[in-house]
């Protein structure tokens, strides 16, 4: 037992950047952590749902403080600066508030923050592997999922480390596309969208341990979406938002959506002489499932094309750093979802492999060079293409522990 615990303690501390533990560090009120993360990079040609364009530009570029505000509240900030179309733009990843003293393994999280749904979502995208989130997360959770609400988590006094939690959001970024109408035209036959002000509903669990020289942590999650289903009349607004995303868009709102999703993710980390810092390496996978996406018929019994593929996508990933400066890395990924055009649906497929090669000059600096094959049937009526990618991510100022 004593060996189990031992190796316990090792995954607990990897995995408890967000637990109490982890947020009771030295920055004050008065002497809080602040950091900025520098993101720029150069690419070839446009990736459908990426946040990247063709040619030079700015990518997630974040400024983040952070403190203790007393012995029972930890606050976070952070602000993204981002390019979209020539113009520079200001937003709010992150805005939340957390307690510090709950009994029992207890915390909450209120304000705006990261869910914690499958595996990459609850990490800041500058910590990715790649320049970009995997084909399934800038389908269905717009890239990364952020938004105002509050989140109940509880960490389990087990051998092993055993976390989960709920969530509730606004859901705005994950609606589906909806119509707007003059109420006092009566030509217009147009239909309104009820969208529900809480509309996001999520649950997750994730369990960890150590084998060996290696760290492995698997989880599963549920997202309800009370505005995720298509109504009729909506087809022609949600072609309009799948159109808008065949490039890259900074709105970070999900292009598909469904009532319904399941995320089942998995992680392995090993470091062949016990030491992190200089060897390791990282295996990492997750599937979506996204159903109950297509519109109700008027007697809200059925759906109106009931005969439609549930939504799907995965990717596998795998990341050795084989020295203290240089990793490589390899992802393949898969997405299959449908576009509505009327009365029917028409699946889509997108298929996207990725070779990496990243240079670290320190924990604080990045260079990394990408390729990218992208295989589209039907997506977005995109051509089978080759994407290169050069990226620079560099970190000024406090620079916190990274998720496991």
């Known amino acids: 037992m004593t060996v189990l615990n031992n190796r316990v303690t090792r995954v607990a501390a990897a995995c408890a950047f967000f637990t109490t533990s982890a947020l009771a560090a030295d920055p004050t009120l008065t002497n809080p952590a602040i950091s900025a993360v520098l993101d720029g990079y150069y690419q070839n040609t446009d990736r459908p749902m990426a946040e990247r364009g063709e040619g030079f530009g700015l990518g997630h570029t974040e400024i983040a403080m952070s403190a203790n ?65 995997p084909a399934a997360y800038r389908a269905f959770l717009g890239s990364h999922y952020f938004d105002d609400g509050v989140r109940l988590s509880y960490v389990a006094p087990t051998d092993l480390y055993w976390t989960m939690g709920l969530e509730s959001f606004k859901g705005d970024s994950m609606r589906a596309a909806g119509e707007e109408h003059d ?29 060996g020289n290696g760290s492995w942590q698997a989880g599963l999650s549920y997202m309800r979406n009370e505005n995720g289903r298509l109504v009729e009349g909506e087809h022609e607004e949600h072609g309009a938002l799948a159109a808008e995303n065949e490039g890259h868009d900074h709105s970070h709102s999900a292009t598909f959506t469904g009532e319904n999703t399941y995320i089942a993710d998995f992680v392995y980390k090993w470091a062949p002489n016990g030491n992190y810092k200089y060897q390791h ?16 018929e008027d007697d809200h019994d059925h759906p109106s094309a009931d005969s439609v593929d549930d939504m799907q996508g995965w ?18 990924g898969e997405t ?29 600096s990045t260079v990394r060079l990408q390729y990218t094959n992208q295989q589209g049937t039907n997506y977005f009526g995109i051509e089978d293409d ?19």
């Open 336 to 364: 299959d979802v449908q576009e509505f055009h009327g009365d029917h649906f028409d699946g889509q497929k997108l298929k996207e492999t990725e070779v990496s090669l990243a240079w670290h000059q320190s924990h604080f």
């Open 386 to 404: 080759n994407v290169i990618t050069l990226q620079y991510v560099m970190t000024l100022g406090a620079h916190g522990a990274h998720q496991f």
């Open 69 to 133: 505000i007393d012995d029972m509240f930890y606050g976070k900030l952070t602000a993204v600066i981002e390019v979209h179309e020539g113009e520079t733009e200001l937003g709010l990843e992150e805005a939340f508030i957390q307690t510090l003293a709950m009994p029992g393994g207890f915390s909450i999280r209120a304000g705006r923050f990261l869910s914690d749904v499958g595996y990459l979502n609850n990490q800041h995208v500058h910590t990715d592997a790649f320049s970009d989130r």
């Open 315 to 332: 990717y596998l990933s795998s990341v050795y750093q084989f020295s203290p400066s240089w990793s490589a890395g390899v992802r393949y």
């Open 281 to 296: 390496l990282t295996i990492s996978g997750e599937y979506f499932r996204v159903t109950d996406f297509a519109p109700l």
């Open 183 to 211: 109420e006092h035209d009566e030509h217009d036959d147009q239909v309104d969208a009820d969208y529900k002000t809480i509309g996001i509903y999520t649950a997750f669990t994730k369990i960890g341990g150590d084998i």
